[in-house]
């Protein structure tokens, strides 16, 4: 039918040839400075139908919700909230009033859909609230969410034996001071190992006698920290015949709190030189250097056991987790009488 250009003023003219039909209607190209010139389409370019040519009555703000993060929220991340302004053909422009605890608040213009983001340097619980606006009606809405405090690591340990043999294998495992640091946590291990870079188990082998050092680094979101370990190692005797080459932890791999749960070590192979040596940690209840231990948990979660096995060889290890339950996640059943009647 035609098109028309702007000038620099922004103003243009068009005459239709003849009516527009039902299923038709004139396409504004581009907008740049104006809200709302294409229905529900902010500052921009577009193809869409322009509403200065179709007549549509002012719609105002009638709900809007927030969309919070999820996941686990930490403190000085940026966490994004979501605003939707409902219906979708509510009238632009839309003013959004954010208030979040112990923040500045954020005015913004936009759409049915805006998003900003906060900041918090502190845990604890936060309340977010939006206020939408436009001409023509306003809502309101507000969430809560819990933010973590990122806690770096203060130390970290390097546990494993100080001496050992040309020629075989042995565990070494990384023990971060607090416990309670924020994962995910990196472990970068030097010299490489032989197995396990990047984790916390690692393990290492040396053809050659002397006194070596392993150093390890640990590092989360919040900090880094690292430290070293020294083994002596020596010629393999000839006494040891048969150095111990694996170790694996049999038990329950679910319990409850307060009930006490038993794990027994079986190495390999099973005629493994004695004596044998078992560190098990955290330390148990009962058991300690010894193949069979008991531990309970006062606390609910997954709760993780580990085991250094060592003789004249070397030393292996193994892990293993357990997820203790509350009493009050214990599901109950109650079985009733079934009482049939003879329908003859």
């Not at 580990?306 to 059943?333: K, R």
Request: hydrophobic residues 35%; charged residues 10%; proline residues 7%.
């Amino acid at each position: 039918m035609g098109r028309a250009q702007a000038d620099v003023n922004g103003d243009w003219n068009f005459t239709l040839p003849r009516a527009l039909t039902e299923d038709e209607g004139l396409r504004t190209i581009s907008t740049i400075r104006n809200y709302g010139v294409i229905k529900y389409y902010e500052i921009g370019g577009s193809s869409k139908l322009s509403a200065l040519f179709m007549e549509q009555p002012p719609t105002g703000v009638s709900e809007v919700a927030i969309t919070p993060p999820t996941g686990d929220l930490w403190t000085g991340d940026d966490l994004y909230f979501v605003a939707n302004v409902s219906p979708v053909e509510t009238t632009l422009p839309i003013t959004y009033t954010w208030t979040a605890t112990g923040l500045p608040d954020q005015v913004v213009r936009g759409g049915v859909e805006k998003a900003v983001s906060f900041n918090w340097e502190t845990p604890g619980t936060k309340t977010v609230q939006v206020t939408a606006v436009n001409a023509y009606g306003s809502a309101n809405s507000s969430v809560e969410v819990t933010v973590q405090l990122w806690q770096a690591p203060t130390a970290v340990t390097v546990s494993g034996p100080t001496t050992g043999y040309t020629g075989t294998n042995y565990a070494f495992t990384a023990e971060v001071t607090p416990d309670t640091a924020t994962t995910p946590i990196t472990y970068t291990w030097a010299p490489a190992p032989m197995s396990g870079q990047g984790t916390a188990s690692v393990a290492y082998q040396w053809m050659v006698t002397g006194t070596y050092a392993i150093t390890v680094t640990a590092e989360n979101a919040a900090g880094v920290v690292s430290g070293t370990h020294s083994i002596e190692i020596d010629p393999l005797p000839d006494t040891c015949l048969s150095p111990v080459t694996g170790v694996s932890i049999s038990g329950a791999a679910t319990g409850y709190v307060g009930t006490r749960y038993d794990f027994t070590a079986a190495v390999m192979p099973s005629d493994a030189t004695e004596p044998l040596n078992y560190t098990w940690s955290p330390a148990p209840d009962s058991g300690q250097g010894t193949a069979s231990v008991s531990y309970q948990w006062n606390l609910a979660g997954t709760h993780t056991i580990s085991l250094t096995a060592t003789n004249c060889g070397g030393s292996v290890f193994d892990a293993h987790t357990i997820q203790i339950q509350s009493e009050g996640e214990i599901d109950t059943y109650i079985y009733l009488p079934l009482v049939l009647r003879n329908a003859g």
